[in-house]
């Protein structure tokens, strides 16, 4: 995989693939549409054989590893205005099944020519560039900002002639002036939780302390507990410094069942 991949790699994470760009001027930010699904079967194929499968074997784990979506639920799905054309082409050929084990790692494998391109894009225009599965982050200095428009049309052209699509809507521009955010990670000055999503959980712990877990869920106690637990370990992962009024607040908690074994502990 391309060393610009961090998203289902070991050692890579969410938090990696943001520092990327911490304290970058401009962040910018590209959506592939239907990720997985425009991973075709040829492509899957290709990338087996590439491995050094021989051409059956590629073609007998290939078809292990994609599906093609039938006609009834494709056309369920539009009824319920869940797809458009596009993502309905998609389905409609046989491509990676999202959820399936083995679609992260092709997914991967398969989209090393687009990181390629897009690393070699970025350094031409002075930035750097990520990608978390259909994630895509440019960040740099002012001037990446000012040529926007110039990399969107190349990041758009680059992705089609690699078999996605760049879903326009979401495309994100962001300055240091405003909240620059990677996979919801804050980066303007260091990696960090959003304000509002710390000042929940904060408000969360203080009334589970204050008033018991159950005033504010009505889930079986244990899951609870590992819902907070969840949210609060994320934190602690962004920004340990900050969330350590968080598992104070955590461990005044009086949980209403015994926890599970083997779960973090507080302290």
């Not at 304290?23 to 425009?38: C, E, K, Y």
């Not at 809507?169 to 300055?175: D, E, F, G, M, V």
């Amino acid at each position: 995989m391309h060393e610009a991949c961090h998203g289902f790699t070991r050692d890579r994470s969410v938090l990696t693939h943001a520092r990327v760009h911490v304290g970058q001027p401009v962040v910018i930010r590209f959506d592939l549409m239907n990720f997985f699904a425009s991973i075709t079967a040829a492509q899957v194929r290709a990338t087996f054989q590439t491995l050094g499968y021989p051409a059956g074997v590629a073609q007998d784990l290939t078809a292990l590893c994609t599906l093609l979506t039938p006609e009834p639920v494709i056309a369920r799905l539009q009824d319920d205005g869940w797809l458009d054309w596009h993502q309905a082409r998609c389905l409609r050929s046989p491509h990676l099944a999202q959820g399936a084990p083995s679609s992260p790692i092709l997914a991967n494998l398969c989209a090393f020519q687009l990181d390629l391109r897009l690393a070699g894009l970025a350094d031409t225009m002075g930035a750097r560039y990520s990608r978390y599965a259909d994630d895509l982050v440019f960040s740099g200095p002012a001037s990446v900002g000012s040529s926007f428009d110039r990399l969107a049309a190349w990041v758009g052209r680059i992705a089609l002639e690699e078999g996605y699509t760049v879903n326009h809507r979401k495309t994100w521009l962001a300055s240091q002036a405003t909240q620059q955010r990677v996979c919801g990670v804050v980066v303007n000055q260091h990696p960090n939780l959003p304000r509002e999503a710390f000042d929940r959980l904060r408000a969360l712990l203080h009334q589970c302390a204050t008033h018991g877990p159950a005033s504010q869920s009505d889930r079986a106690p244990d899951e609870f507990r590992l819902h907070v637990l969840g949210r609060m370990t994320w934190a602690e992962q962004v920004n340990p410094s900050k969330a350590r009024r968080l598992r104070k607040l955590f461990d005044r908690i009086v949980w209403d069942a015994a926890p599970a074994q083997g779960l973090p502990q507080s302290g």
